[in-house]
């Protein structure tokens, strides 16, 4: 059976795959071009190419043994030669003008192996997959085709064409322990195949945390890809399952970026994607890291109310009001919110649910008439139709206030508040702090944004008060807070058992104010 494309992150399938990317858009037709491809046993087959305008910097797809119509000019043509014989993937590339009827020959027997091992063999035996890539780059755009396949399977053709880059990757996965040993390397040419033994010593350690609570879905998958413009495949999985867990990636030094990715399962059985988290590494060899993910206390982060001129008209983007507290960058937008802007009288000005799932957009506006103060109220709530949430989900609920002086005739900025995010420390994987014992709440305070081109301005905070509520709300606590560097600090006396609920006021010198109340930030027992 032929393989089957990745179709997401989340969805892992256990069949080698040819991957195919492409850009650019079709040229007028003046020549033709046809490729013959040949298996490893020297019987002619159909493979898909990659076609890529050296010129222009068009990107086509195609079949070899069959004439494509191109324009004349100079191409790049790609292709991964799979054979059903004897399952193995040679990986072939040729440079060469197009012109009149032009024909060329990819051959699967130049093909040189692809071989990577470590010096140590990693404890379990662990299951060994190769992953390369070829990528040709014109001025303006790059295409490539890639493939991945067991030791003993995976060639490649080499070139030394200087408009073709080579990558590979491989990577040795013990799924009993979360555990993954990945290498990576990249040339400037297409190289005579690949021997190389990697030092275990080398290798840069990352330890990956997945907690359980605040994600809309309890299953995620934890897993490593690299960023460099040419690399092979689209991540390595070290979990994917039921959080919460814990994943070790043994990486080769470079540049990296260490993704978690959650799913659900539609009414109709179907999986639906329902965010990710992405942390970029720079890893140095012999070095350790730790990155965690779904932290307690979600809440709304990097999307401020912002004031634009001509006519005036307050914004506010709802689609953050479910971020990390630790690193809050992505943001899950499963969410339904009602916005509601008051002015000074508490008279409304605008009042609108906003939900991106209904179809309507995320972004809230109202019209400012009136220079004076202003109040925009947020109640959010995780929402997604045909999607049912796990009944230990934390963060059902958050909302946000903002107290603000608003100018219809200012130039358009962010409004002048600063954010809180609440970020509860000491918890265990599931979120949890022990009975009786005491939770630090670090109050950090956030005034950065989405749009990195909006004006902020600077803003100094003057007063931040804490409240803590164990009985979802209905009665509150205050707290002491005190200052340490840049963030706040609370010390929570924790219950025997239950939810607790978090509410945190920044107010700044010019008496404006951001207040964030969150529902189940974290459990006790």
């Not at 200087?162 to 990757?169: G, H, V």
């Amino acid at each position: 059976m032929r393989r089957l494309p990745v179709l997401a992150a989340a969805l892992i399938t256990l069949l080698p795959v040819t991957l195919l990317s492409t850009t650019g858009s079709a040229s007028a037709a003046t020549a033709t071009l046809t490729v013959t491809t040949y298996d490893r046993t020297g019987a002619k087959l159909k493979a898909p190419l990659r076609l890529i305008s050296l010129d222009s910097g068009a990107a086509y797809t195609a079949t070899s043994l069959t004439a494509k119509k191109l324009k004349k000019g100079k191409y790049a043509v790609l292709t991964n030669i799979y054979s059903a014989k004897d399952g193995t993937d040679t990986l072939g590339a040729r440079v060469l003008k197009v012109s009149g009827k032009t024909t060329t020959t990819i051959d699967a027997r130049r093909g040189r192996a692809i071989k990577v091992a470590l010096d140590k063999t990693p404890a379990g035996q662990p299951y060994q997959e190769l992953r390369a890539q070829i990528c040709a780059n014109s001025s303006s755009s790059s295409t490539e085709i890639g493939t991945w396949n067991t030791p003993g399977k995976l060639f490649v053709i080499p070139n030394g064409s200087k408009s073709l880059r080579f990558a590979y990757n491989s990577a040795w996965s013990n799924s009993t322990t979360n555990s993954v040993w990945l290498v990576s390397a990249a040339t400037k040419t297409v190289p005579a195949g690949v021997t190389r033994t990697w030092r275990t010593s080398s290798l840069a350690t990352v330890k990956a945390v997945a907690r359980r609570g605040p994600a809309g879905s309890d299953q995620s998958d934890l897993r490593l890809e690299e960023t460099s413009s040419c690399h092979a495949g689209y991540g390595i999985p070290a979990f994917s399952g039921q959080t919460p867990a814990v994943a070790t990636f043994h990486v080769s030094p470079g540049k990296w970026q260490l993704s978690a990715n959650w799913w659900g399962t539609e009414s109709t059985g179907n999986p639906a994607m329902m965010g990710f988290d992405n942390r970029n590494l720079t890893l140095v060899a012999g070095r350790s890291y730790s990155r965690s993910f779904f932290n307690a206390g979600w809440g709304p982060g990097r999307s401020l109310p912002r004031i634009y001129s001509n006519p005036g008209r307050l914004r506010f983007d709802t689609s953050r009001m479910f971020t990390d507290p630790a690193y809050d960058l992505y943001s899950e937008a499963s969410q339904r919110s009602k916005v509601t802007l008051y002015d000074s009288a508490r008279k409304v000005v605008k009042s609108q649910w906003r939900t991106d799932w209904e179809g309507r957009g995320s972004d809230f506006n109202a019209k400012i008439k009136a220079k004076g103060w202003y109040t925009l109220q947020v109640d959010a709530q995780r929402y997604r139709p045909g999607i049912k949430h796990p009944a230990d989900m934390l963060s059902p609920r958050v909302q946000a206030i903002f107290r603000m002086k608003l100018d219809p005739k200012a130039k358009p900025r962010s409004a002048d508040v600063i954010l809180p995010r609440m970020v509860p420390t000491g918890l265990d994987l599931n979120n949890r702090a022990r009975p009786g014992s005491s939770t630090v709440l670090e109050i950090r305070p956030d005034r950065r944004h989405k749009e990195v081109d909006l004006k902020l301005g600077k803003v100094t905070a003057k007063i931040v008060t804490t409240q803590v509520s164990f009985d979802g709300g209905k009665t509150w606590r205050s707290l002491t807070v005190r200052k340490s560097g840049t963030k706040w600090l609370a010390t929570i006396k924790n219950p025997a058992s239950g939810a607790v609920a978090l509410r945190t006021r920044i107010t700044t010198t010019k008496n404006a104010y951001a207040q964030v109340t969150i529902v189940r930030a974290y459990t006790v027992g």
